[in-house]
């Protein structure tokens, strides 16, 4: 097992990746207030991962009370938030009853948001079962709904008190949610570790085939760079913002496909191709430097161009995200290989034509 | 006008408290991040006073948005918490524009937990036009939503930018409102503030006659008590608590009667009432104190004996009211008049005969 910390004051906490974790009870009860959790978590990873979790827990004493949501995006919502809240509070769960997340990001996301709504904040524990839960999600503490008009608009930032990310669980992982995560652990060597990329185009095939040594390494790695720029920016007024490469273009992907029709990671990569076609239209990344990205989430088979939905469309969707700032569409692009920005200056053709190029 | 600040280092702000001060634009202008505002009101406070706001604002350059709620306890629902929102995308919103809540609690409490959640996170402005707004609800940023399953449940700790309490708004108030406000006025009397005990006991007639130097006087003094409280406590751990006198016994008149039967105020007073009986057979208060704090709230017209629902029914609702741990009932109870202090020690049957001798 290895810990992160994320430092962040008296709400820092710990992060544990490693093996077996989940019947190591003794690693949640050193964070629980009182021996009560609530654990949520979906009907596709319950029945694989909530028994061995919750006779762990029983064993040492806890008393835990549960609530399954149903599996997907699509229930990333309000009446699925709901049934966290009427399980709270049918089982009478205290303010210092600790929420405990079991599953992927939707879980995680929703089971954060749930934590920090009710009685206006309870303590809250991510026990994250997808790759890019454990290197991304369940770390820095955003947590979301989606809304009809727009992914995650509703939401708060609220840490957890510890993350365990147990890579057993990774086994029964679909291979395509796996390919989705490693869009995410990508970005962070495109972003911000020029030597963690060179070690994943050396090691990709080793981490699609889920070798424990490989997973353990890039989960670890990736895990200290998002830490890292947690604890500089955590409610994401600078530097954050960079952990946002692809995802204004993937967003408007996942919005203009409908929620679910693509995974984030799906989104997430082929945004990360259009920023990149702009970043080299900017004059800042050479033709050669797109190859690579590409050639990597090839590599990890993730889609490497962007539905035709038009640009102006993309556009329409992209003014609605988040990262609009006094009607200027602010984009991460690419200094180089390993160097993210924020720009804001971009005009809206150029961005359009670098869509276009993306989009197959 | 007077201004006093909350003392919360980086998010400390103003409240001002005057006659006047909606037509003050640069009071609201010093406050945005961008000349853009989204007022939340409803339907009873804005046909009165939203031309007034918006008038002074937009001849401020400031551009407007608006939604305007259904007015009542029974609307602070999730379903009305959702207009926000969808008011806030389909005007494109941002996250630099800043939530206005130009109301009662109601709007407040449901424009700041929006306000919170909004992209998880916008600036907020309380502009409170009910007396219990001005002295209580609308400083130190405590918002939320109600659930089927128990008031206030669904929530967020988060403080405003500004709260501008004009007085004049205090004249279209029906008289039963301004009464319920001052039980939340006598509470600070009650918990830590003797002298302005004696001064409510002198000054009352003059209130209820709405005397604009006595209400200036009021609100400032209660909203300074209320600021020092939250300055040391923002999150409820401690001190913060004893603000909730007689708010456990009146959650359970509240939501045993169905929301909107009684005014919170109004259940706040009875429920103070059964606080005090409880602490006088603790031996703490006189029977002399009971009876001073009974005259105080029956000259302000508010109600000093709970309804008849069954000792054991106020317990069951109290068990799911916020205030308990361990599966203990913690209460606010007196320990002099002025003074308070967290009790979690008090027999179950010794509350149920305080209830008892406290209905009518
Ligand atoms: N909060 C953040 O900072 C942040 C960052 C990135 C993404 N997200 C959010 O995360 C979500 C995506 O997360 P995700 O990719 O984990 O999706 P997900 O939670 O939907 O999980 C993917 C699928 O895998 C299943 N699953 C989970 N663990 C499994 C396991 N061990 N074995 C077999 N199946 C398993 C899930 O039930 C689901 O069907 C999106 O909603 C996105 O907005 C949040
Ligand atoms: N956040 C907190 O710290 C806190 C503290 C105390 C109470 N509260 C909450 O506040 C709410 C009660 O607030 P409230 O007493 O202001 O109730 P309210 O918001 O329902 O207002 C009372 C009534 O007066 C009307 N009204 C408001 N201003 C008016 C004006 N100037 N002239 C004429 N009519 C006017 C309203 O439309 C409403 O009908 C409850 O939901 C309670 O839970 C919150
Ligand atoms: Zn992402
Ligand atoms: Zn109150």
Redo the contacts with the bound molecule.
Sequence with gaps: MQTLNVALGDRAYPIHIGRGLLGRAELVLARLKTPRVAIVT?D??GP??LGGLRAALEQAGVNVSVVSLP???AY?TWETLNRIFDMLLTERCERSTTLVAL???????MG?FAAACYQRGMPFIQI???L??QV??SV?G???INHPLG??MIGAFYQPRLVLADID??????DR?LA??LA?VIKYGLIRDSDFLAWLEASLERLRARDPEALMYAIERSCRNKAEVVAADETEQGERALLNLGHTFGHAIETGLGYGEW???EAVAAGTMMAAELSRRLGWLAAGDVDRIEALFVRAKLPVWGPKLGAARYLALMAHDKKVEAGRLRLVLLHALGRARVHGEAALSEIAAAIEARCR
């Design positions: 979906n596709t990873v694989l991962y599996d997907g995006e990333k599953g992927g990001g939707v879980v995680g996301d954060g994250p079962t997808t890019l839960a991304d999600s820095g955003k947590t979301a992914k995650n669980t990774l086994a029964t992982l679909p949610e989705a995560g995410e995974l984030h990671g």
